[in-house]
């Protein structure tokens, strides 16, 4: 019995030194290019999630100043005209030129985001 026990005590930790000897020799060479994949990846993607939300703040802010403007030279015509304006004009106008406007800038969004991720990820 005791040489069962003696065998025992020496046959796993030289099994088990050994196994962590070939594991380790296994995994090491593919860690390196492992983790340059993932971080080529999240390069990638992080950089076209900043070019998108750049575009995104980019048309806000263009809508915004529009805004400002087209609001302040409402507010400096006389009235009779805006109302007089506002009979020749049929009543959803607006939204018309609010969906051609936003079908327009999605196009354009879509184009230059598909130029700009072309661009970055070719380098």
Do not use: Q, Y
């Amino acid at each position: 019995m005791n040489w069962i026990i003696g065998f025992l005590k020496k046959l796993f930790p030289n099994f088990f030194k050994g196994l962590t000897k070939w594991v380790v020799g296994f995994i090491t060479p593919l860690i390196a290019p492992f983790f340059l994949m993932v971080s080529n990846f999240f390069r990638k993607v992080g950089l076209f999630f900043l070019i998108v939300a750049a575009l995104f703040l980019a048309i806000k802010v263009f809508a915004e100043a529009i805004d400002a403007t087209v609001g302040r030279l409402v507010e400096e015509t006389l009235p009779e005209w805006v109302l007089i304006g506002r009979m020749l004009l049929p009543s959803n106008l607006s939204m018309c030129i609010s969906l051609l406007i936003f079908a327009r800038l999605k196009s354009l969004i879509f184009m230059w985001v598909h130029r700009l991720t072309e661009k970055f990820i070719h380098t």
